[in-house]
């Protein structure tokens, strides 16, 4: 069996989680029947401090959903350079809301208030387009799991309330976050006007998230799903497994920090260009392979020879993701395979 740490997505549900669905109460969610699908959203909402709840079956339809209930067609939503909502969302923000979008740039994906601040442009007038909407990703994918400090997010969110502006969280992984740093889903929560929230990554369900927000926002993006044609019916067996995912997955994701902290160590110990393990916050080690005689296609590939599937997500970057699948001893076995490759092309090169 191969080692497969391309992404947190990978896992697949449990035993117990599948019981957990089979035995769910269903009824049709579209007419609000479905009680397994109700309890989840008022149970997420809570946990955020937010009024409701609205579950989806993607992270980017809840993203979509929450961005639209807060930009108008015309207007603009500004966020990180390397965020999912602008790189891997496939431009839905036009294409479904005609939302533009504008970009600073960070060093790891990190938030520094003052970034986003200085290129939001309020009340443009006439000529320039205006920013409604800050989104702030934590963690940060493509940064390689960085925990936002929440003193910046609080910052950021003080001074662009009092500018007219509004905030969203493409909270993905906030569960991640949230294990890291100590920091409560309702200290997160209050910082933001909307949240989108996925059970689908290192909480380990097959499917589901939520979008999260006030009553009047929730119901306005209940039409808009059922407009893009997500509106599901017995969908409570879905959302028992992010019940489930809710119960048993969150503390676990230490572990899931911990090993990917080993695998940096590990091969910050073959270079120390490759990766800066004080930098690893949760369960994403990047590879910086700029200064290794190999590209991220090539590791990729002779990764999966060996039997361990990992992403390239740059000519030079390549992204390791731990998760509930992932124990003890792959990982032992996932850092020997790394770094009997890296230590080859540092020989070749
Ligand atoms: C995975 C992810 C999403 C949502 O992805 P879906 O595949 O649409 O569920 C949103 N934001 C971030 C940062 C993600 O990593």
Same mark, same amino acid.
């Given at each position: 069996m191969a080692i497969d740490l391309r992404s947190d997505t990978v896992t697949k549900p449990s035993a !117990?989680?599948?019981?957990?669905?089979?035995?769910?109460? #269903? @009824?049709?969610?579209?007419y609000g029947d479905d009680p397994t699908v109700n309890s989840l959203e008022e149970r997420v909402a809570a946990m955020f401090?937010?009024?409701?709840?609205?579950?989806?079956?993607?992270?980017s339809l809840a993203n979509q959903l929450a961005i639209r209930t807060l930009v108008k067609p015309g207007e603009e939503i500004i966020v990180e350079t390397r965020s999912h909502i602008v +790189?891997?969302?496939?431009?839905? !923000? *036009?294409? /479904?809301? %005609?939302?533009?979008?504008?970009?600073w740039p960070s060093t790891d994906g990190l938030l520094k208030a003052e970034d986003p601040l200085a290129i939001a442009h309020e009340n443009a007038g006439?000529?320039? #387009?205006?920013?409604? *909407?800050?989104? &702030?990703?934590?963690?940060?994918? /493509? @940064? %390689?799991?960085? &925990?936002?400090?929440?003193?910046?997010? $609080?910052?950021?969110?003080?001074a662009a309330h009092a500018r007219g502006i509004a905030m969203h969280l493409d909270g993905a992984r906030i569960w991640n976050a949230h294990v890291a740093s100590g920091v409560s889903c309702a200290e997160y929560g209050k910082h933001f006007d909307t949240i989108s929230v996925c059970l689908s990554k290192g909480l380990g369900a097959p499917i589901g998230s939520l979008m999260l927000s006030t009553?009047?926002?929730? *119901?306005e993006a209940r039409i808009w799903r059922k407009r893009?044609?997500? %509106?599901? +019916?017995? &969908? %409570?067996?879905?959302? =028992? *497994?992010a019940h489930f995912a809710l119960d048993n997955n969150i503390a676990r994701l230490a572990e899931d920090h911990a090993r990917a902290q080993q695998i940096a160590v590990a091969l910050a110990s073959v270079d120390s260009t490759l990766v800066d393990p004080t930098k690893v916050e949760t369960n994403i080690v990047g590879l910086d392979l700029s200064h290794i005689g190999i590209s991220a296609a090539d590791l990729t590939s002779q990764c999966k020879e060996a039997g361990l599937w990992i992403s390239a997500l740059g000519p030079h970057y390549a992204r390791i993701v731990t998760h509930?699948? /992932?124990?003890? #001893?792959?990982? =032992?076995?996932?850092?020997?395979?790394?770094?009997?490759?890296?230590?080859?092309?540092? &020989? $070749?090169?």
């Open positions: !117990a989680m599948r019981a957990a669905m089979a035995a769910a109460e #269903v @009824g049709d969610d579209v401090g937010h009024e409701a709840a609205l579950f989806s079956p993607t992270g +790189r891997a969302e496939l431009g839905a !923000a *036009a294409a /479904f809301s %005609g939302i533009t979008t504008r970009t006439p000529y320039l #387009v205006s920013t409604k *909407a800050i989104a &702030v990703e934590n963690t940060h994918n /493509f @940064g %390689g799991g960085t &925990v936002q400090p929440i003193n910046e997010i $609080a910052k950021l969110s003080s009553k009047d926002r929730v *119901a893009y044609g997500a %509106g599901m +019916r017995q &969908v %409570g067996i879905i959302a =028992a *497994a509930l699948d /992932f124990d003890d #001893v792959q990982c =032992a076995e996932a850092i020997e395979i790394l770094k009997k490759i890296l230590q080859r092309a540092l &020989v $070749a090169k």
